[in-house]
């Protein structure tokens, strides 16, 4: 197969907001998508807290707009 990836090739782009990161799950069992969905989960600053330590999911969005857990 001639489609090879190279070390230069870019794979994605990922955003964060560093001033709102959603506060992590404490556990792996308890990382779920309703970190990133709900309003009322707690936010954090990474410009304010040095450190931050947790569980977040990673997510992928769909063209028909459904998000799903990946990983």
Known sequence: DADRFS?????GAL???????PRGARTAKL???????D??????SLFKQKRVKGWWPLTESHRDG????TA
């Open 7 to 11: 070390s230069d090739d870019p794979l």
């Open 15 to 21: 955003t964060i907001n560093l001033n709102r990161v």
């Open 31 to 37: 990382c779920n998508l309703s970190i990133l969905q």
């Open 39 to 44: 309003a009322t989960t707690p936010k954090v």
């Open 66 to 69: 459904k998000t799903e857990l």
